[in-house]
């Protein structure tokens, strides 16, 4: 996402160009294959393990709301002279936190989103104003990598970091897993109940934002709500045991991860966001020709 990660991401493709016929296996030769598949696949996990509980509790537009203020935080880090990844977890995690705040029981709203939206905006184009202006000349492609990810041009330490964060969120939001479906599909009782349904709504909404930073390295802002949306909602429309959802939508999220980078390696025109979203609008449009319409999961009971 620096500069030298993007001259690494250039490098790339002329790689990809001279071993994009030696074979799937051929690849993983390739040190910025490998950088991106490790980052890849534990950003897929996250996204599809949240995405999930997005859309188990029609929170969908919250992530969204995330993508831009992903784009806004990273523009305001780079017109600052930081590393634009402060920027992304700043942002995201401290305007979820706002969301779930002014919304209702740490759920986030429409209302809430809506009134958020609008400044961060208004925000981003200020940043990305000064951005260009000012700062651009050193690392002129940093804004667009932004916008669309930049996951082969990943250096070593930025994909650790990115697996790293990415386990984190997946272990967190396991952890939470069953107290937080139980507030998910019946906030009054489980509030009866004792569970913290408040604190569980702001926790996942951190944890949201924390995913959504990370996945922008991979797919970049503009394209961040498929990842996020897409397989849990495939996912819910084949199964309604909300336990096997989840994990139908992370392994979702992991094949479609895999798909795009084997798609990109192989037409090395293609950039892996493209490839990536190109399996996951497949793989979501296929459950409609199966004719599995179950929309949602239904309400299940977290029993």
Not at 32 to 39: G, Q, S, T, V
Not at 189 to 200: C, D, K, N, S
Not at 211 to 218: K, M, N, R, W, Y
Not at 261 to 282: E, K, Q
Request: glycine share 14%; net charge positive.
């Amino acid at each position: 996402m620096t500069a030298h990660a993007l001259a690494a991401g250039t490098l790339a493709s002329h790689a990809l160009a001279a071993g994009a016929g030696s074979g799937w296996f051929a690849a993983f030769t390739h040190p910025y294959f490998l950088h991106a598949f490790l980052a890849g696949s534990a950003i897929a996990l996250a996204a599809g393990l949240t995405g999930y509980f997005l859309v188990l509790r029609a929170q969908v537009f919250t992530g969204d709301a995330l993508s831009h203020v992903a784009f806004t935080g990273a523009l305001a880090a780079l017109a600052g002279g930081y590393d634009l990844r402060l920027g992304l977890f700043a942002a995201t995690v401290a305007v979820a936190l706002l969301i779930g705040t002014i919304g209702r029981g740490g759920r986030a709203d429409d209302v809430a989103i809506g009134s958020v939206f609008a400044w961060i905006l208004g925000l981003g184009a200020f940043f990305l104003t000064l951005y260009t202006t000012s700062r651009s000349a050193g690392n002129g492609g940093a804004g667009v990598s932004v916008l669309f990810g930049s996951l082969f041009g990943l250096s070593a330490g930025q994909a650790l970091t990115a697996a790293l964060v990415a386990a984190a969120v997946c272990a967190v939001l396991l952890l939470i897993a069953r107290p937080l479906l139980f507030a998910s599909v019946d906030e009054a009782v489980a509030a009866a109940r004792g569970v913290p349904v408040r604190l569980l709504g702001l926790v996942f909404l951190v944890l949201v934002g924390a995913c959504a930073a990370e996945a922008t390295q991979a797919v970049g802002s503009l394209l961040l709500l498929g990842l996020l949306a897409a397989p849990a909602g495939a996912a819910a429309r084949l199964t309604d045991r909300p336990f096997r959802g989840l994990a139908l939508s992370a392994g979702l999220a992991l094949a479609e991860m895999w798909a795009g980078l084997g798609l990109s390696y192989a037409v090395p025109t293609l950039p892996p966001s493209f490839g990536i979203m190109a399996a996951v609008a497949s793989v979501y449009g296929l459950t409609f020709l199966k004719g599995a319409g179950h929309g949602r999961a239904r309400q299940p009971s977290p029993a």
